[in-house]
Structures are given as structure tokens and as C-alpha cells.
Nanobody
Framework: QVQLVESGGGLVQPGGSLRLSCAAS????????VAWYRQAPGGKERKGVA?????????YYEELMEGRFTISRDNAKNLVYLQMNSVSPEDTAVYYC???????????????????WGQGTQVTVSA
């Protein structure tokens, strides 16, 4: 069964750090682009955060996250991570892990059309 399961969300203070994890099962992540999306409270759409292409051919960050967030993967463990630093209340959202096969240059990132989605993990930034 193909599945993506996020973990690591929770409550964090402004200026703090948090690392999200995404565990893939049923397929090997190496041939897939992997990305993180988020949906803010009351938000109508999910917005892209960061993407890493299949075989790590490219890495892309949305402008507001670049320099604060880092996407990485451990192919041996079939895991994807999102390291979040210097968070602010505006980063409060449900964060989703996604994957798309043979997408070497994150071409699916703009449209959000990924084949596999996780169920999401809540991140709340508050004092």
C-alpha cells in the first residue's frame, strides 16, 4: 500500500525551530520528487513550501521560506524532512508531504498536481 505519513508537528514559539518528517511506504522515494505544502487556518488552498526533484536533481523553495526552511531526504530510510527555523505565527498551518514519480525538476510544484499526498500534520506557532 502506497502511503505518506507526516509527523513532527506541534506547538512552537515564535523564533523557534521544528523538524517535520514524512515516511513513505509502498514505493521508493528516490525516483520521486518530494515536496511540502501547507494550508493556513481558514485558507482555501494549499501553498507550496519547498520541493526536491527526483534523484535530487533540483531543490526549490518558495521565496518566503528560503533561508529559513530546508527540505531534505534520506533515501535509505525512505524519509523526507522539513527543517523549519525562525518560525513566525504566519507559518501556522497544516503541512502536507507529497510525491510525484519521475519529476526531476519539480515541474509539478507550481500546479500542485502530485500523485501522492499525506494526511498532514498541524504546526502552530504561538507564544
Amino acid at each position: 500500500q502506497v502511503q505518506l505519513v507526516e509527523s513532527g508537528g506541534g506547538l512552537v514559539q515564535p523564533g523557534g525551530s521544528l523538524r517535520l518528517s514524512c515516511a513513505a511506504s509502498g514505493f521508493s522515494l528516490n525516483q520521486y520528487s518530494v515536496a511540502w505544502y501547507r494550508q493556513a487556518p481558514g485558507g482555501k488552498e494549499r501553498k507550496g513550501v519547498a520541493c526536491k526533484g527526483a534523484h535530487d536533481r533540483t531543490t526549490y523553495y518558495e521565496e518566503l521560506m528560503e533561508g529559513r526552511f530546508t527540505i531534505s531526504r534520506d533515501n535509505a530510510k525512505n524519509l523526507v524532512y522539513l527543517q523549519m527555523n525562525s518560525v513566525s505565527p504566519e507559518d501556522t498551518a497544516v503541512y502536507y508531504c507529497v510525491a510525484q514519480i519521475y519529476d526531476y525538476f519539480c515541474l509539478h510544484f507550481a500546479s500542485g498536481e502530485f500523485e501522492y499526498w499525506g494526511q498532514g500534520t498541524q504546526v502552530t506557532v504561538s507564544a
